[in-house]
Antibody
């Protein structure tokens, strides 16, 4: 069974930093792209970042570009989201998600196949 | 930037009824990259449909997706109590790589 367990969230002041982690199990982590998605309280879903299986492709949403860094450690089955210069509008539940497949030809890999339960980031003074 | 607009915002139905709701893209999109997700209260989203019409593993056949171009639809043939949730559509574009979600449709018990 696929399991994704996020951690590292908390309360931080504007301008502060946090490092989120997502520990994966139940699948061959090194074969799958991983992504981060956030959800502000009572709001919809917003994609944050994506990292390919071997970390050779990394992409960010414009709303966080220059302030966050995504990385992964395939030996630890873990993906990270380093968040700097946090803003009030970054307050959200942050989910990590696994690509639905390794097949890019039919487009299935571009979907979010499994999700963790999320870790809450609150940016407030 | 492609915008996904879902309608209606809220759908009030009874168990056993058919639910159908829309995801409209601001310009024509690739069906392979269109997905639907269900989010129950307090839970993470779950992939229902990928490639506009393919059911994800373990998804009951009462869920079906259709559409092409700019108009896509998710249909639930007979609502079960566990289907009352929020549904999001999602699309990917590759120049630059970007994932976009619709704002969601809430299916509530009438």
């Amino acid at each position: 069974e696929v399991q994704l367990l996020e951690s590292g969230g908390g309360l931080v002041q504007p301008g502060g930093s946090l490092r989120l982690s997502c520990a994966a199990s139940g699948f061959t982590f090194s074969r799958y792209a991983m992504r981060w998605v956030r959800q502000a309280p009572g709001k919809g879903l917003e994609w944050v970042s994506a990292i390919s299986a071997s970390a050779d492709y990394i992409h960010y949403a414009d709303s966080v570009k220059g302030r966050v860094t995504t990385s992964r450690d395939n030996s630890r089955n873990t993906v990270y989201l380093q968040m700097n210069n946090l803003r009030v509008e970054d307050t959200a539940l942050y989910f990590c998600a696994k690509a639905a497949s390794t097949s890019y030809g039919d487009g299935s890999a571009y979907h979010f196949g499994s999700w963790g339960q999320g870790t809450l980031v609150t940016v407030s003074s | 930037e492609i915008v996904l607009t879902q309608s209606p915002g809220t759908l009030s139905l009874s168990p056993g009824e058919r639910a159908s709701f829309s995801c409209r893209a601001s310009e024509s999109i690739t069906s392979n990259y269109l997905g639907w997700y269900q989010q129950r209260p307090g839970q993470a989203p779950r992939l229902l449909i990928y490639g506009a019409s393919s059911r994800a593993t373990g998804i009951p056949d009462r869920f079906s997706g259709s559409g092409s171009g700019t108009d896509f639809t998710l249909t639930i043939s007979r609502l079960e109590p566990e289907d009352f949730a929020v549904y999001f559509c999602q699309h990917y574009v590759d120049s630059p790589p970007t994932w976009t979600f619709g704002q969601g449709t809430k299916v509530e018990i009438k």
